[in-house]
C-alpha cells in the first residue's frame, strides 16, 4: 500500500501564500503522475476539481483559474509533491486532497486525507 500524508493548509488573507507538501510512502515500486485536487465548500467528492498535475519526468498542467499563481513541483527522491500557491484569493478556499499514481502490485491512484485551506480576511 502507498500511504500519502499532507500538510500546509491554513487560514491565510486574501493575496496571502501558503506551500502545501504531500509525502509518499510504502512498498513503492514506481511512483508516476502526483498533484492536487481541491474540494469547495458545500461541493461533493465527486465536484473535486483537479488544480494543479505533474508527472514522473515534471511535465506540469493547471486549471486555468490558477495559472500564474500556482506552482506545482516535486523532490524524486523523496517522494514529495509540493504545491506553492500566490496571490491566493477567497475562492481558492477548499480542502486540498494530494493525489498519486503508483505502482506497487498494480498501478493505481491514492489519495491524501486533505489538508484545508482558507483564504478570509
Known amino acids: 500500500q502507498v500511504q500519502l500524508v499532507e500538510s500546509g493548509g491554513d487560514l491565510v488573507q486574501p493575496g496571502g501564500s501558503l506551500r502545501l507538501s504531500c509525502a509518499a510512502s510504502?512498498?513503492?515500486?514506481?511512483?508516476?503522475?502526483m498533484g492536487w485536487y481541491r474540494q469547495a465548500p458545500g461541493k461533493q467528492r465527486e465536484q473535486r476539481e483537479l488544480?494543479?498535475?505533474?508527472?514522473?519526468?515534471?511535465?506540469?498542467s493547471y486549471v486555468d483559474s490558477v495559472k500564474g499563481r500556482f506552482t506545482i513541483s516535486r523532490d524524486n527522491a523523496k517522494n514529495t509533491v509540493y504545491l506553492q500557491m500566490n496571490s491566493l484569493k477567497p475562492e481558492d478556499t477548499a480542502v486540498y486532497y494530494c493525489?498519486?499514481?503508483?505502482?506497487?502490485?498494480?498501478?493505481?491512484?491514492?489519495w491524501g486525507q486533505g489538508t484545508q485551506v482558507t483564504v478570509s480576511s
Open positions: 493525489y498519486a499514481v503508483a505502482t506497487v502490485f498494480a498501478t493505481r491512484q491514492y
Open positions: 510504502g512498498s513503492i515500486v514506481c511512483l508516476n503522475a
Open positions: 488544480v494543479a498535475a505533474i508527472t514522473s519526468d515534471s511535465s506540469t
